[in-house]
T-cell receptor, first 112, second 112 residues
């Protein structure tokens, strides 16, 4: 699986958009970009994933560059409950089975 | 509905002892994964099951670690002759498809 590079930490004011970048310059054509987050003392939580088109769901938006070498996760209106470690993962999805390779992620701190 | 559950939530054992960690996946999920997370690190893949069989056990660190899923639902991770370096949070996840994994809260294992 391709490796990803994320900043170790970011701050965001509550109510503002949080934009979390991820570089995955060695991504292969059949690899998806996944985002998970882990709130303190909980298991990771799926946020969103995409292949090459931008994606949006009730939690976030995912913007993938045209060359697919980087992406940005956008939380449109961050709240204190969004404080967590955010992981960007690239993985081949083969039916039901896709092993996830986590890095160290970005620790997002949302402040008042 | 019920999510992934793991028991016990905490386990303290002595070096050299045998431990079993249990995972109850979401009903109907065919894929089940085990990960291990050390302090300050992202989760590290150990093994995954597709149904009853271990489809990929490449992440198991050595032959002291073993996992089973005899009826394709509940899984047990077994660790023999525990060492202090085995101390970590052991996470279980299940999936019904397309890379979206649902994680349990984890079992915190402490080896004294």
């Amino acid at each position: 699986d391709a490796k990803t590079t994320q900043p170790p930490s970011m701050d965001c004011a509550e109510g503002r958009a949080a934009n979390l970048p991820c570089n995955h310059s060695t991504i292969s054509g059949n690899e998806y970009v996944y985002w998970y987050r882990q709130i303190h003392s909980q298991g990771p939580q799926y946020i969103i994933h995409g292949l090459k088109n931008n994606e949006t769901n009730e939690m976030a938006s995912l913007i993938i560059t045209e060359d697919r070498k980087s992406s940005t996760l956008i939380l449109p209106h961050a709240t204190l409950r969004d404080t967590a470690v955010y992981y960007c993962i690239v993985s081949v999805s083969t039916g039901t089975a896709s092993k996830l390779t986590f890095g160290t992620g970005t620790r997002l701190q949302v402040t008042l | 509905g019920a999510g992934v559950s793991q028991t016990p939530s905490n386990k303290v054992t002595e070096k050299g002892k045998y431990v079993e960690l249990r995972c109850d996946p979401i009903s109907g999920h065919t894929a089940l994964y085990w990960y291990r997370q050390s302090l300050g690190q992202g989760p590290e893949f150990l093994i995954y099951f597709q149904g009853t069989g271990a489809a990929d056990d490449s992440g198991l660190p050595n032959d002291r670690f073993f996992a089973v899923r005899p009826e394709g639902s509940v899984s047990t991770l077994k660790i023999q002759r525990t060492e202090r370096g085995d101390s970590a949070v052991y996470l279980c996840a299940s999936s019904s498809g397309f890379g979206k994994q649902y994680f349990g809260p984890g079992t915190r294992l402490t080896v004294l």
